[in-house]
């Protein structure tokens, strides 16, 4: 079993709208939680790191949350873009989720 | 620019056929990293160096082997080929320590028959 999980595992959205993204880990509880973004054809890009101590950390339209009691992270995108579609990676203490693929339709 | 390069990007070949999947980076990392992703899994890390001369297993070495004679290379070779063995590869590398950002290649897709 993945020690890092994510939700859902695909989802299609609007141009415009916002979506959330989650992430649940099971792994040791004091580490860095890192959101990449992967887009079709290429190697995942990290969008943004957070460390056990921060709740919300933001990368212009892009926020992501993390609650260390519950393990669980979010990454919310806002005004989604049709250049938003790729896969959403979440990845703690090394260990990737299997990611989340969005779709963003015109 | 600051990059990291792997080839080839594209591999079709048989059972038992050494490869050599080559990596190398332009930012002085120390760290590097072999990644395999498969449909459903995500990236699982198959070795590690953490410098010149040092390498590790990662979660997932069996059928790989890998070196890392000089700081910006790091092939990644496959004795013996397996159809098991057809994925996505990616390498990585980053600076040391626990925040660091891993920068990714552009992958490699093999697959054997």
């Known amino acids: ?106 | 620019e600051a990059q990291v390069t792997q080839n080839p990007r594209y591999l079709i070949t048989v059972t038992g056929k050494k490869l050599t999947v080559t990596c190398s980076q332009n930012m002085n990392h120390e760290y590097m990293s072999w990644y395999r992703q498969d449909p459903g899994l995500g990236l699982r890390q198959i070795y590690y160096s953490m410098n010149v001369e040092v390498t590790d297993k990662g979660d997932v070495p069996e059928g790989y082997k890998v070196s890392r004679k000089e700081k910006r290379n790091f092939p990644l070779i496959l004795e013996s080929p397996s159809p098991n063995q057809t994925s996505l590869y990616f390498c990585a590398s980053s600076l040391p320590g626990s925040s660091r950002e891993q920068y990714f290649g552009p992958g490699t897709r093999l697959t054997v028959t």
């Open chain 1, 1 to 106: 079993k993945n020690q890092v999980e994510q939700s859902p595992q695909s989802l299609i959205i609007l141009e415009g709208k916002n979506c959330t993204l989650q992430c649940n880990y099971t792994v040791s509880p004091f580490s860095n939680l890192r959101w990449y973004k992967q887009d079709t054809g290429r190697g995942p890009v990290s969008l943004t790191i957070m460390t056990f101590s921060e709740n919300t950390k933001s990368n212009g339209r892009y926020t992501a949350t993390l609650d260390a009691d519950t393990k669980q992270s979010s990454l919310h995108i806002t005004a989604s873009q049709l250049s938003d579609s790729a896969s959403y990676i979440c990845e703690y203490d090394m260990r990737f989720g299997a990611g989340t693929r969005l779709t963003v339709k015109p």
